[in-house]
Structure formats: C-alpha cells, structure tokens
C-alpha cells in the first residue's frame, strides 16, 4: 500500500546485503582512502579513516591479551568522544559482543548493568572513572580490565594501551548473520532493562536501507550531538563508516555550538531528538544561514505536527521523522517526496508491516484503524538474553513492537500509543517498573506503582504513588522517597513527587 507514496528513484529492495562484519567497512575504506576524516571532534582534533582502524586495531589486540574471546562482552561507557569510536570498533574487532551503557548510568542502575552483562572489559572515560570508581572497584574493574580514556596514574590508560600495543588484532572469524555485534539494554517492548542482541548483518542491512531512504552516501558529512551510548547514537557511528562518510562529533548538544560547527565543515545531515530542531525553530535560523545542511532527521521521541510545519516553513530545511526501537532498530521514516506532518512515514526498503489488533495479535485491520504494529525485516533483533521473552516478541517472524498506530489509505504510519508502559524524558528512556524495583527496596513501602505526568516540553516526569507499611505511615515523607531514588539514577529518570495512597 505504501509505494503509492514511495520516494522517485529508492529502490524497493536492496537485497542481497553483504554478509560481513561492521568492523570490516572501517578497514575497508582506511586501506582506500586513509585520510579522509571519520571523525572531527568538537575541539578540533580529527580522526581519519586510517587513524580510527589503526587505534581500533591496537585495541583488539590489547583486550585479547585481556583474555577476551570471540562472544564475550566488553562494554563501552564514556561521554561522546572519538575514542569512543575506536573503542567500539576494537571490540567488535576482536570478535567481542560490545555492550553500550549511558555514561549518566550510576548508582543502582550501574550495579543493575554490570550484573546483567558481566563485561569482561570495560572502556570509560576519566569523567566516568572518577565518579563510579568505588562502584567499579566493588565488581572487580580496574588495572586489569578497566580501559580509561584520559585515565591518569592510578589507571590502565588509553594513551598507555596505544603506546604498548601494535596495531595487530587477532583472526577472528565473524559469521555476520549469527554473532552479535552490539548489546542495547532499553527492552521497550518488555518493558524493564534487559539485554538486547544485534548482529553484525543486521545493523549492516539496517544502515544500508535507511540510508538508500535519506540519501546518506560517500562524502556526506554528518553532526551527531546524539548520545553515543544510546542505539540511536550507535546507528549514527555504524552509517556513516558503512558509507564512507565523515561525522562532526559532539560531547553534548549545545545549539550556539552546533550551529558554528554546521557552517565550520559544511554539514549535511543532522540527525537528532525533537528538541534540539524545537531550539533551532526558538532561534529563528534560515536555511542561508546553513547552506550545506540539507537535511534534519528525527524521532526517539513524539514530533508535534506543528514543529514540523513550522520548521520546514520557517527554516526552509525538510525535518523528516522517523521511527524505530530497540527491538527493530530502524523501521520508518518519512518519504522526502511527500510533505505530512505527523506521521512517521513508510517502511523502509525491506521492511513489511501490518497493524493487528491488539488482544490477540492475529487479525490484520484496515486502513484507519488503531491497532499494534508488527515488523519483519532482515535486520530484527536476534533476540533477547530472555529466551521466553523472545518468544513472546517475536511470532513467525514478526517482532511485535507493542506501539499502537493506525495505517491510512496511502500506506503512511501514525503513532497513536503504547501497549506497554514505557516513559521518555526529552527522549531518555525510562522503564517506571525499574524506579518501582527501587521504591520497593525502602524498608517503609509495601507498593508502589510508577507513571509519567506528560510536559509537552520535555515528554514524561516520573511520579509514583506508594503504599506505606502500616507501621511507617505517618513517619515517612515523600521528600525522603523522592531522594531515596533519586540518589541511584541518572537525571533522566528521577521521580519529580510521590504521592501516599491506600491502594494500588
């Protein structure tokens, strides 16, 4: 139904796709153009192709003196930086399952992390060391299997492993279709923080289908001001080496900043949250005030219609919205072709959807009709470490997302809700059922049920109602709550008020 709208010159389907591992697509294009910059880092200092393989090389060899194998996890956390790239690049060179944990992860929520992955080797950045040293060293990371970019003494320095280390990775063989390149934890469709697989042909099919769609190439230079650590991050350090493009890195979004750097090295592309082209809008940027900059692409969070509207009006650069999850990576997005706004488009080349309805999954609506929506493409997680919980999302094939959306006439997708409970702050996602665990863990509450009060800026502020045990009613405070949970998680999830019920 959705090619009545397909985009004039994408082709419909880009199978075959090569069956070889992500890493290989950096070394391909470091031995043909080893000069070309992957990565130009906000402060200046570039990163080429042959720089980026060369490091990433070094790396693998190091952790393989680790004793790291071919299956084992390796994590990568630490604020966005090039190194996080060779870092990444390095352990799926050694044939590592790369598990990627936002660098605002702390408390109970890291403990959460290094209990459920078990890395073998982590790689993280001074910022990070500093402050969870003490939760590092409680689960056995230092010296031995702690990588610290910008690390001083007291640590096994990034500097140091380049300087010992030839640039010389081990022969492992990667069966692309099988071995899993990256680990997400953000289980939307589960609902909780689990562990998600991809692998290596999945993200290589992924990337190749949504860039034929945006029109991502050789030469295109990107500005991702994005979390690294996030999948939305990833897919944005795994397109543009697939391509043989160059990204403008950012540690954080700031607009001024963003802006100067757009002009500075005529980017094209700027991939990123509602809120960062929200700003843009704010600042009352025109197109001839970015010449280079083609394109905006966005999602992770809802786009208001009238963001959109204004912003292709007023701006004068097309803001195409697109969707994805975890669980599917990248499944929609808008064709460049048609001016909607509000929907999220049409599936992308080699996606098939449907929308079913949602009590049993398997009668198939028609057009105008709510129901959940289902994928199947090449590129669906292999699954989750859950073996029962990926039966549960996947049903011959189809991952069912657990998202409600309605189907017009013309094949274009609009979102309508969840299935699942499932929060977003300015597009971090939360999972209320991990701040419950937490809630549950103060010895005055017997229950307590977490949800988001929307705030059209930001998206969802957690706020729980609690049932206090009997014998602490009157004597505990919701102020005492708050901070109980907010002194474990990231700011993203801290719950803004508690309120005391007699019941759930």
């Not at 408390?107 to 459920?116: A, G, I």
Request: hydrophobic share 40%.
């Amino acid at each position: 139904m959705w090619f009545k709208v397909w985009p004039e010159g994408t082709p419909k389907t880009l199978q075959p796709y090569p069956e070889k591992p992500l890493h290989k697509f950096l070394d391909e294009h470091a031995s043909s153009k080893p000069d070309r910059p992957l990565v130009i880092y906000e402060d200046g200092r570039v990163f080429t192709y042959g720089k980026v393989s060369e490091e990433s090389s070094k790396i693998a060899a190091a952790i393989w003196d680790m004793g790291v194998r071919k299956g084992d996890p390796v994590a990568v956390m630490m604020f966005n930086r090039p190194e996080f790239i060779s870092c990444f690049y390095g352990g799926l060179k050694a044939g590592a399952k790369v598990a990627i944990i936002d660098a605002l992860t702390i408390s109970e929520d890291l403990k959460m992390h290094f209990e459920m992955t078990k890395p073998k080797v982590i790689f993280t950045d001074a910022e990070v060391w500093e402050r969870e040293k003490k939760i590092f060293e409680e689960y056995g990371y230092g010296l031995k299997n702690t990588i610290v970019v910008e690390g001083g003494e007291d640590t096994l320095s990034y500097g140091s492993v380049l300087a010992k280390y030839e640039a010389k990775p081990p022969n492992v063989q990667i069966n692309p279709r099988e071995d899993v390149a990256i680990i997400a934890h953000y289980a939307g469709i589960v609902g909780r923080t689990l562990e998600v697989y991809h692998t290596h042909y999945g993200i290589v099919a992924a990337m190749i289908s949504a860039s034929a769609f945006y029109g991502r190439r050789e030469g295109v230079t990107s500005l991702v001001a994005i979390p690294l650590s996030h999948l939305f991050g990833v897919m944005e350090i795994a397109g543009p080496v697939i391509a043989g493009g160059t990204i403008v890195l950012m540690k954080r979004f700031d607009l001024d900043r963003a802006l100067e750097l757009i002009k500075k090295y005529n980017v094209n592309l700027w991939p990123g949250p509602p809120m960062m082209f929200d700003a843009v809008l704010k600042k009352g940027l025109k197109k001839e005030d970015v010449p280079s900059l083609m394109l905006c692409v966005t999602g992770a969070a809802p786009v208001p219609p009238d963001l959109q509207k204004a912003f292709f009006e007023d701006v004068g650069i097309p803001l195409i919205q697109g969707y994805g999850l975890t669980e599917g990576l990248v499944v929609t997005a808008q064709p460049p072709n048609v001016r909607v706004y509000g929907s999220v488009g049409i599936p992308l080349p080699d996606v098939d959807v449907k929308i079913v309805d949602k009590e049993t999954g398997t009668k198939e609506l028609p057009p105008g009709e709510v129901g959940e929506l289902i994928v199947k493409s090449p590129w669906i997680m292999r699954g989750y470490k859950d073996p029962e919980e990926t039966k549960k999302a996947i049903r011959d094939g189809w991952l069912y997302t657990g998202d409600l959306l309605m189907m017009d006439e013309n094949g274009l997708l609009y979102f309508r809700g969840l299935k699942k409970r499932f929060l977003k702050y300015k597009a971090y996602p939360i999972f209320p059922r991990d701040l419950e665990i937490i809630l549950l863990q103060h010895p005055a509450v017997k229950d307590t049920y977490v949800d988001g009060e929307w705030d059209p800026e930001v998206g969802h502020k957690p706020f729980a109602k609690v049932v206090l045990k009997d014998e602490y009613k009157g004597k505990v405070s919701a102020e005492e709550l708050i901070n109980f949970v907010n002194e474990r998680v990231a700011f993203y999830k801290k719950l803004r008020k508690v309120e005391f019920v007699d019941k759930i």
